[in-house]
T-cell receptor
Framework: DTGVSQDPRHKITKRGQNVTFRCDPI?????LYWYRQTLGQGPEFLTY????????KSRLLSDRFSAERPKGSFSTLEIQRTEQGDSAMYLC??????????????FGPGTRLTVT | GQNIDQPTEMTATEGAIVQINCTYQ??????LFWYQQHAGEAPTFLSY????GLEEKGRFSSFLSRSKGYSYLLLKELQMKDSASYLC???????????FGAGTTVTVRA
């Protein structure tokens, strides 16, 4: 396993459409995080999972956003009725709360969303 | 909540040293992280401090003072490939999410 992967890498959609992104974490990692990053800013926390349980959801996440991690492995982030303000890089990260690597989050390459 | 401040930009010469400061005001603290992010790429982990003091890792060092809410990242013997954004992030006490600063863009010039 070479790291966190995300698909697609780029998505262009029209306002009002629904989009879904996928994240595959490092296989033994039980924690998975979603962040959003806009130009010139640091990543902002959206939500995170421990195994299949969604433990926290940011107030930034409106009802149009939903995330799942059905089997405690890959995760999906869906945005319904996209708006231009949703244009951003969506980053996924994973970590393992066992052993030395418990403090380090490994990031995927991100999905860049452009809403036209 | 978390309030994390770091300078927006810094410029330095190849071979020189640059120090990036980060100050934070947090409701809880369970570690401070530095990440490097090249344009269009994912952040990559550089360092982690949870106790006061200096952590050295090759050309990069990171310092933490919890009482002052202050950290710095020191980059020595700068190389052109070090041109990137450097992100300071604080982990909450009760959970594992990271709160990031806006990042410091470092430009290394020949």
């Amino acid at each position: 396993d070479t790291g966190v992967s995300q698909d697609p890498r780029h998505k262009i959609t029209k306002r009002g459409q629904n989009v879904t992104f996928r994240c595959d974490p490092i296989s033994e990692h039980n924690r998975l995080y979603w962040y959003r990053q806009t130009l010139g800013q640091g990543p902002e926390f959206l939500t995170y999972f421990q195994n299949e349980a969604q433990l926290e959801k940011s107030r930034l996440l409106s009802d149009r956003f939903s995330a799942e991690r059905p089997k405690g492995s890959f995760s999906t982030l869906e945005i319904q009725r996209t708006e231009q303000g949703d244009s951003a890089m969506y980053l996924c990260a994973s970590s393992d709360d066992q052993g030395k690597s418990s403090y380090e989050q490994y990031f995927g390459p991100g999905t860049r969303l452009t809403v036209t | 909540g978390q309030n994390i401040d770091q300078p927006t930009e810094m410029t330095a010469t190849e071979g020189a040293i640059v120090q990036i400061n980060c100050t934070y005001q947090t409701s809880g603290f369970n570690g401070l992280f530095w990440y490097q992010q090249h344009a269009g790429e994912a952040p990559t982990f550089l360092s982690y401090n949870v106790l006061d003091g200096l952590e050295e890792k090759g050309r990069f060092s990171s310092f933490l003072s919890r009482s002052k809410g202050y950290s710095y990242l020191l980059l020595k013997e700068l190389q052109m490939k070090d041109s990137a954004s450097y992100l300071c992030a604080v982990r909450d006490l009760d959970d594992y999410k990271l709160s990031f600063g806006a990042g410091t863009t470092v430009t290394v010039r020949a």
